[in-house]
């Protein structure tokens, strides 16, 4: 009972390594110039003004998905958008200096 309300209210962890291990797209929010200034390996970026007309970049609407920014409030933006265009496992990562030490 725990663990269900622990995850209805979102006070469960969420185990960024693991669903990097397992395949999760990490996609950055930033615009294009913090983008070069510094991200996470692999990351993809699409800074959130421009998320609407490059969904096509994101063929899989059932992969994990992990949105990052600068502080969680872009990313949370993506996350919503992602979510209400049928994108099933969206997690929103938060900083990406934070998001990068947790994987």
């Known amino acids: 009972m725990l663990d269900t ?8 962890k969420t185990d960024y390594a693991d669903l990097i291990k397992k395949g999760a797209i990490i996609l950055d929010v930033r615009s294009k110039e ?3 200034g510094g991200h ?3 990351s993809i970026n699409i800074p ?4 609407l007309k490059n969904l096509s970049r ?3 609407k059932n992969k994990t998905i992990i949105t990052c920014c600068a502080s969680g409030m872009r990313s949370a933006s993506a996350k919503t958008l992602l979510v209400k265009n049928g ?6 990562g938060g900083g990406w200096a934070s998001l ?3 994987i």
């Open 48 to 51: 959130v003004d421009q998320l």
């Open 100 to 102: 990068n030490s947790k």
């Open 87 to 92: 994108y099933t496992d969206v997690h929103n």
């Open 58 to 60: 994101l063929k899989d």
């Open 5 to 12: 309300i622990n995850h209805l209210f979102g006070f469960k």
């Open 40 to 42: 996470i390996k692999n």
């Open 34 to 36: 913090e983008f070069a």
